[in-house]
């Protein structure tokens, strides 16, 4: 068994268009299945998902997702029992406001854990598909260090210049050749 801990999937800190088509389609499928709830419960669900997955990229910088998600629920619990303890005070009684507090908070660390469970479910199977830009080891193609090592030369001639009879960069067709 490796001695290493593994690391954790969550929201990537960097991120390219790949990314942020996937965060759409989150979004998509997230809205999609709101659809027909009230516009409260659609607005607040939204926002929950948004807040947990900006801590999981933001709080520790990216290094430990779950507890990110974890502890941002609990506050976000923490926060609703406030306000319904602001609202409610005068309705319910004392027990029951010292009580809330823990119950609510016990409940938002758990909805954050499912909730960062569910986006980073989503990254892990992304990052399977196309290693992240912040990855340790770079993915490289032949294609790439091609273009890297034109940049790098100067040279005139692109690596994206096809190999047809009619391109102009190639002096064994239709182009103009120096003699």
């Known amino acids: 068994m490796d001695p290493r801990p593994r690391k954790q999937t969550g929201v990537p800190r960097r991120f390219g268009v790949g990314v942020m088509m996937v965060i759409t389609t989150m979004y998509a499928v997230l809205f999609a299945?709101?659809?027909s709830t009230p516009v409260g419960v659609f607005v607040s669900v939204a926002l929950f998902f948004t807040i947990i997955g900006v801590s999981q990229a933001v709080l520790f910088k990216g290094r430990n997702p779950r507890l990110a998600s974890i502890l941002t629920g609990m506050v976000l619990g923490l926060l609703l029992a406030l306000i319904i303890a602001?609202?409610?005070i005068r309705s319910v009684p004392?027990?029951?406001i010292v009580?809330?507090?823990?119950?609510?908070g016990g409940l938002g660390a758990l909805a954050g854990y499912v909730v960062g469970w569910l986006i980073a479910a989503v990254f892990l199977f992304f990052n399977k598909w196309q290693p992240p830009?912040?990855?340790?080891?770079?993915?490289?193609?032949?294609k790439s260090n091609d273009i890297m090592q034109w940049l790098?030369?100067?040279e005139g001639k692109s690596p994206f210049a096809e190999e047809r009879p009619d391109n102009p960069d190639n002096p064994a067709g239709g182009g103009k050749t120096e003699q």
Do not use: R
């Open 86 to 88: 602001v609202v409610e």
């Open 33 to 35: 299945v709101l659809q």
């Open 152 to 154: 790098q030369s100067g």
């Open 94 to 96: 004392l027990e029951v």
């Open 99 to 104: 009580i809330i507090p823990f119950v609510y």
């Open 133 to 142: 830009l912040d990855a340790e080891e770079p993915a490289t193609g032949e």
